[in-house]
């Protein structure tokens, strides 16, 4: 499972997660197609809890098909039965070119599939998942690839920056303030902020903490016993209690009881 699963360990008994490249000409604007499969084999429904990176979504999935903007908390999906779902993950800023306002408008919100494909979400769900069924992964691709080419607007320089700025925010040992992203850049901070705001539909700092984040429930999901003081100062953290209540507030757990909780799942 990647960074991002909150329960990677317990998830990967019970959930298929696949990932697939776009077509040449989507990768301006799409990271990859991801398809989510599961099958709980008559156990109880279950709450899988994800922390989202700065990307939007297209969600192509039975009766709640639409376009995801970015979640800033923890993203809860109830899992039950079995299922398929098709995802389309953009690229930072590689939504912002199909739309005609701000991305920073759909920032915890959804939207109609139709006002990008051009086609309603159970058009959209019969061509790329569909009869009850299924398709299979390389069907669902090619057809979701399909629905996006006919939408396609030109390529975006703007996003493109988006996207460069974001990415140097996800280094390994990246920048852990907006001062130190901007200066990186050569970038103004009052700049970077619009970019930001408009292409990725968050701030720099909710993503340079986001990424800070990810990186500790990867590393907290490690075997090693963790240095809770010495990873919260890696990560740009005032101190421990700051990391600690940040961690918890999105995660739903302390850091230590989150390892311990890694290491028996």
Do not use: C
């Not at 298929?16 to 301006?28: G, H, N």
């Not at 901007?182 to 103004?188: F, H, K, N, P, V």
Request: aromatic residues 8%; proline residues 8%.
């Amino acid at each position: 499972m990647p960074k991002g699963v909150v329960d990677p360990a317990g998830a990967a008994r019970r959930i298929r997660l696949a990932t697939y490249p776009p077509s040449a000409a989507l990768q301006p604007f799409v990271d990859y197609h991801w398809v989510v499969e599961w099958d709980l084999g008559g156990r109880p429904p279950e709450t899988q809890r994800v922390l989202p990176y700065p990307n939007a979504h297209l969600v192509l999935d039975r009766g709640q098909t639409a376009i995801h903007g970015v979640v800033r908390g923890a993203f809860e999906r109830k899992v039950e039965g079995a299922g398929k779902v098709l995802g389309v993950r953009f690229k930072p800023g590689g939504l912002r070119p199909f739309l005609p306002h701000p991305l920073s408008r759909l920032a915890d919100r959804t939207m109609p599939v139709d006002e990008v494909l051009g086609v309603a979400g159970a058009e959209a769900e019969l061509r790329v998942l569909g009869d009850e069924r299924g398709r299979s992964d390389a069907d669902m691709v090619t057809a979701a690839d399909a629905l996006l080419a006919v939408a396609l607007p030109p390529v975006d320089e703007r996003a493109l920056l988006a996207q460069q700025a974001v990415e140097a925010a996800a280094a390994a040992n990246g920048p852990v303030s907006v001062a130190a992203l901007s200066a990186q850049l050569g970038i103004e901070e009052r700049t970077l902020q619009r970019l930001f705001s408009n292409y990725v539909g968050v701030s720099p700092k909710w993503v340079i903490q986001r990424f800070r984040l990810q990186e500790a429930t990867w590393r907290l999901g490690q075997a090693a016993a963790p240095d809770l003081a010495e990873l919260a100062a890696r990560l740009g953290f005032f101190d421990q209690a700051h990391f600690t209540r940040s961690f918890t507030q999105l995660v739903g757990k302390p850091p230590l009881e989150y390892w311990k909780s890694q290491q028996t799942a």
